[in-house]
């Protein structure tokens, strides 16, 4: 078999279905290759190449597994890296198909069609794990072992580069089965540690990060909660990890004030800085940290017990470890009541909004939330109701990844409805796509809020720098005549109501849907803003 054909084998033994990607010269023999298996991996093809690494961790947010990406090298690798990144800041398994020039040229500095310097240092700046195939024979045993690095460990994504000569090559080639993987078991001295400090605390406070995620860990972590009736604090990047209506839930600013009465904070799977990366300010409080990665149990935290284990294991541990007690009495509902009430009384427009969006979806549906002036309120306002069900962009606050990304939500999302919200600045990135949700019929729904502004940007300015607006203004495309040039479902929402209504019919349409909302400047978010991640 050629190189393309056992690279594309070894992706259909790995359990991929689909490649986001973009043909081109250097990825000819892995095209050809897919097209011999076609009945086993489909390719979609978006019109921009940031997109295919969007999509792929779009799709790995909503299903858990691995999202595939595919580009030529050079700009394409470039184009890529920002989805990279954002995949990188949020944890998440993606592989990047890397094309490079043919492999006698690298390093060479000939001038070859899309040749950087140093692309593979590029690439590992931007990766948990870098390979890149020397001959054709090679290719299985590198995929296998991509899957192996985003499987185990702390997930982040992976790059695969093969140039063009080896995915021609012909050579007797064994596919080979995916690596075996496994999870180590928690350390019973260190779990005898944090049932001790669960068992003694009056006050405890559960933190959950971006590492409780999936089915099973939120399934845990509302049994834990109850058995140990303490609040959980979800971080921006730990939203859903439980049921946003369950009455331990609450908000990351939640814990600027239980710090002050908690004597024990377990901080599940998060960093555990806050944006400026310093320790979270924990009182009094004894702290016990639990990360899978050692690095996140380092300095400048400190904490009285550190855990290196993953989160999900040490939940299932305590839940079998600990019995149940009162301990927070009744504050908890006070608590959760008064989050409600100021963030209600500070944000009420962009809460209106986006209490429409919330009734209009089910449950389970997907909120794929980018940095706007709804996006900001929605990072502790959207009520997230069930797991891998609420996207974003971690502290990479890659502005225009949100519509690409939604798309490969959607095609994850197995039916499960998906909801995007925009802005008219950080549509500009991709209006393109509205091509490949239309060529795919890729049933997403964008809400898209129109200020012909960069929001933020234009409010700081106005607001710190008395007035001196600059690069902030913009000039918009008619958002219906461009829907309809691109043969997408057109909705005008003029308020709340009209959004509710305007969601609904998307999601009932089941095809791609552009909504837009003008709107006026919002009051501003900043209080909450500064959360810890």
């Not at 590198?142 to 050579?171: K, N, S, Y």
């Not at 009495?329 to 919330?358: K, N, S, T, Y």
């Not at 940007?457 to 008619?478: A, K, T």
């Amino acid at each position: 078999m050629t190189g393309g054909d056992a690279l594309t084998k070894a992706l259909i033994t790995e359990g991929t279905e689909t490649v986001f990607g973009i043909p081109g010269v250097q990825l000819d023999g892995l095209t050809d290759g897919m097209y011999r298996h076609q009945g086993e991996l489909h390719l979609m093809v978006p019109r921009h190449e940031q997109t295919t690494t969007y999509m792929a961790d779009g799709y790995h947010r909503v299903t858990g597994r691995p999202g595939v990406a595919m580009v030529v090298p050079g700009p394409g690798v470039l184009n890529a890296g920002a989805g990279l990144a954002t995949a990188y800041a949020c944890s998440s398994q993606v592989l990047l198909l890397a094309g490079t020039i043919p492999s006698t040229q690298v390093g060479q500095g000939l001038g070859a069609l899309h040749e950087i310097p140093a692309q593979t240092e590029t690439l590992r700046g931007l990766t948990k794990w870098t390979g890149t195939a020397t001959c054709a024979e090679e290719i299985p045993e590198l995929v296998h072992e991509a899957f192996r690095q985003m499987r185990t460990g702390r997930p982040r994504p992976v790059a695969l580069e093969v140039a063009p000569d080896i995915l021609h090559a012909v050579a007797d080639i064994e596919v080979g089965a995916p690596f075996e993987i496994t999870t180590p078991k928690v350390d019973g001295a260190d779990l005898a540690q944090l049932v001790e400090l669960l068992n003694s605390s009056k006050r405890p406070v559960i933190y959950a990060g971006g590492g409780v995620k999936g089915e099973r860990a939120f399934s845990l972590l509302a049994q834990l909660a109850d058995l140990l009736d303490a609040p959980v604090v979800m971080s921006e990047n730990g939203r859903g990890a439980i049921d946003a209506r369950d009455p331990h839930a609450l908000p990351a600013f939640a814990l600027w004030e239980l710090r002050d009465r908690a004597d024990a904070i377990l901080s599940l799977g998060s960093r555990f800085v806050t944006p400026f990366g310093q320790q979270m300010n924990t009182g009094d409080a004894r702290v016990a940290l639990v990360n899978i990665d050692a690095d996140d149990l380092a300095k400048p935290r400190h904490a009285d017990i550190a855990v290196l284990a993953d989160a999900t294991a040490v939940l299932e541990a305590l839940v079998g470890a600990l019995g149940k007690r009162a301990s927070w009495q009744g504050e908890i509902a006070v608590m959760r009541a008064e989050c409600d009430r100021r963030v209600r009384e500070l944000v009420a427009p962009q809460m209106e909004f986006i209490d429409a969006i919330r009734a209009a979806m089910p449950a389970d549906g997907v909120y794929v939330n980018e940095l706007t002036q709804i996006g900001y309120v929605s990072t502790y306002g959207f009520p997230v109701q069930a797991p891998n069900s609420y996207v974003w962009p971690g502290y990479q606050g890659t502005l225009g990844y949100a519509m690409p990304t939604a798309l490969g939500a959607a095609v994850g999302a197995a039916g499960r409805p998906v909801v995007v919200v925009t802005g008219d600045g950080g549509i500009g990135w991709s209006l393109q796509e509205l091509a490949t949700a239309k060529r795919y019929n890729i049933p997403v729904v964008i809400v898209l809020f129109e200020d012909k502004r960069f929001g933020n940007v234009w409010r700081i300015q106005r607001d710190r720098y008395e007035g001196r607006f600059i690069g902030s203004d913009l000039v918009n495309p008619d958002f219906e005549t461009l829907a309809k040039a691109f043969g997408v479902r057109f909705t005008l929402a003029e308020d709340a109501a009209a959004v509710n209504k305007a969601v609904a019919e998307g999601i009932a349409a089941g095809e791609p849907t552009l909504v837009t909302v003008p709107v006026d400047v919002f009051p501003t978010p900043w209080p909450f803003i500064h959360e810890p991640h």
